[in-house]
Structure formats: C-alpha cells, structure tokens
C-alpha cells in the first residue's frame, strides 16, 4: 500500500497512482509547502460523504425551530410623551 500523504511536486508526477489508490477508497491528502492543503477521494466516497452529511444536517427551519424559547416578558408600557426628554442636533 502506498503512502496517502503526499507532496505536491509528487502528486502531480504521480497522478495516476494517486488517483488508483483514492478508487480503492484510500484517501490521498496533498500538501503544499508542508501544510495540509486537500483530500482526494473516489466519486463513490465523496457522494457517501456528502449524503450523510446532509442526513445529519437539520434545514434551516428546522434549525430555527429547536433554538431555545425564552419565557414571556411581561409587556411594559412604552414611555409616555411626558417623560421623553428631545434634544436639538446640529447637521
């Protein structure tokens, strides 16, 4: 089995043996510059991937409706004319 970290430069001289190895379900990180930079992965193990990260998800909606309620707040009356206090601008 052949390592599935591999460095730029040697990615692109070896694409094809890249790519055989993510077809049999290794993924194969890439890295540039000494950082991790990406994933390659078959069709097959990305559709997986994608479809149960969407089985995981909740839709916005949904998302919304599980927030937590706060508990009503008696409902004050605004201020009456009386107490507002206007000040003068200057444009």
Do not use: C
């Amino acid at each position: 089995m052949r390592s599935t970290q591999w460095q730029m430069q040697t990615a692109k001289a070896q694409l094809s043996e890249l790519v055989e190895a993510a077809l049999r379900g290794e993924p194969q990180r890439i890295t540039r510059r000494g950082r991790d930079a990406v994933m390659v992965l078959s069709e097959q193990a990305y559709v997986a991937l994608k479809s149960s990260a969407k089985v995981d998800a909740p839709d916005f909606v949904a998302h919304l409706l599980a927030m937590p309620r706060q508990r009503a707040v008696r409902n004050e009356p605004a201020a009456s004319p009386e107490k507002l206090v206007l000040r003068d601008i200057e444009l």
